[in-house]
């Protein structure tokens, strides 16, 4: 039987997280019938993001933090 082939995920850093926030929000501003210009704007002023988006206070912060584990 051959062991398949996986992949490690590489981990996200701030510029990552903040990238894909920004093409995110640029490709939604475009979606809803924004011009480039105005698209552009909105994704490159950070603070017109919701703070569902990214949280503006800890932008790496892993979900699985939040799990409480019910102990035995």
């Known amino acids: ?16 997280f ?7 929000v640029y490709m939604a501003c475009r979606k809803s ?4 210009g ?9 603070s017109s993001y919701p703070d569902w988006i990214v949280d503006t206070k800890d932008p790496i912060k892993n979900p699985l933090d939040d799990f409480d584990e019910d102990e035995d």
Request: proline letters at 3%; aromatic letters at 6%; glycine letters at 2%.
């Open 33 to 36: 019938g924004m011009d480039e």
């Open 1 to 16: 039987m051959r062991k398949r082939r996986t992949t490690k995920e590489p981990v996200l850093t701030k510029l990552d």
């Open 38 to 46: 105005t698209a552009l704007a909105f994704a490159m002023d950070r």
């Open 18 to 24: 903040w990238a894909i926030a920004a093409n995110e």
